[in-house]
């Protein structure tokens, strides 16, 4: 069964299934979709958790060995099976074929991909996913049906927009679901519910200029260390929030991630470079330099700095102050020592 993002609460209400695949390339359905999973399992008593990253060569039998040995412990678990490269090789494909058709007993299974394309769909381990379990698609929102998407989130925080505001907010953040997100989070503790006018986004808004964020995005790739964080402190200074930027530097770290992982799993580095477009592609040296110089953990690990910057300045994290773990992840990315590599 196939359901979109935005149907999965309803379908969780409903009860859950055994198998879940959430699988797209917009970062913040994904994570709202898996993040709503977790939470149904865990309140449905799944208090064990397992996760297992492919990447390479890997040893499908782990993922048979923890589904065949349930912890004293823990009766219910939840097993993560994470492919960022989408693409689980012809091992990979066998096994999970073979696992959807007889999946562990009291565990619920969660499967993240990124977009795979039609051919990958058409794929017999794919299918056998779709037949067993429900994929939720986490697909970006079109330009023309992100306002009335915007409005909806608003309402949750009470705030109601006139249509002028929410096309201003559509433009400023470019489809970005994440960035938009995280405007709709600040005008929340901006704002007294209400109505929410054309003047109160462009008050509220921070529109980050485009050689900041550009300067950002290249101390990144080239590994600048202090110049990233110079940039930082200059916007810190200038009053910006945070939220205002995590985007422009999640941006970089995906694509980072979405690039070292299908070079991990056997891509060739020039044609996975081919896969850029846009500005990305106007960076191609860059990036390129910046894949053959980062190992895919250290990518990840930023990955995950930028997520627990996120709850930081949400307030969801009382450990930490945002900033510092922002500027971790320019120490995370630079340039290794030259007494050598990290």
Do not use: C
């Not at 007294?192 to 509220?204: F, I, K, S």
């Amino acid at each position: 069964m196939n359901i979109p993002a935005e149907r999965l609460p309803d379908q969780l209400a409903r009860g859950l299934a055994a198998l879940y695949v959430v699988v797209g390339d917009e970062p913040l359905a994904a994570q709202e979709a898996a993040d709503a999973i977790r939470a149904a399992a865990r309140a449905a008593g799944h208090s064990e958790r397992n996760v297992f990253t492919v990447q390479g060569r890997y040893n499908w039998q782990g993922i048979f060995a923890s589904g065949d040995n349930l912890s004293l412990f823990a009766e219910r678990r939840l097993t993560e099976i994470r492919i960022p490269s989408g693409k689980p090789g012809v091992d990979g494909a066998k096994a999970l074929e073979t696992y959807a058709a007889k999946l562990p007993a009291d565990t619920l299974t969660l499967i993240s991909l990124p977009g795979v394309d039609w051919k990958a769909q058409q794929s017999r381990w794919f299918a056998a996913l779709a037949k067993t379990g429900v994929v939720v698609e986490a697909k970006p929102i079109d330009r023309t049906a992100l306002p009335g998407w915007i409005e909806r989130r608003l309402a949750k925080q009470g705030l109601h927009a006139e249509r002028a505001a929410l096309e201003r907010l559509a433009d400023q953040v470019e489809g970005n679901l994440l960035a938009a997100q995280q405007e709709i989070d600040k005008l929340a503790l901006l704002l007294p519910p209400g109505n929410v006018t054309l003047a109160d986004v462009e008050h509220a808004v921070v529109d980050v200029s485009r050689l900041e964020a550009d300067a950002l995005a290249d101390a990144l790739y080239a590994g600048d260390a202090a110049r990233f964080a110079q940039i930082v402190a200059d916007l810190k200074d200038s009053g910006e929030a945070v939220p205002a930027i995590l985007w422009q530097v999640s941006s970089a770290v995906q694509l980072l991630l979405r690039l070292k992982s299908a070079v991990a799993q056997g891509d060739s580095l020039p044609g996975v470079m081919r896969t850029l477009w846009g500005r990305d592609k106007q960076r191609a040296p860059q990036i390129e330099r910046a894949l053959k110089r980062l190992s895919l953990p250290r990518v990840e690990s930023a990955l995950a700095d930028l997520a627990l910057t996120d709850r930081q300045a949400k307030g969801l994290e009382r450990v930490g102050d945002p900033w510092d773990t922002l500027l971790r992840v320019g120490m995370t990315l630079a340039e290794p020592a030259s007494n050598g590599k990290r």
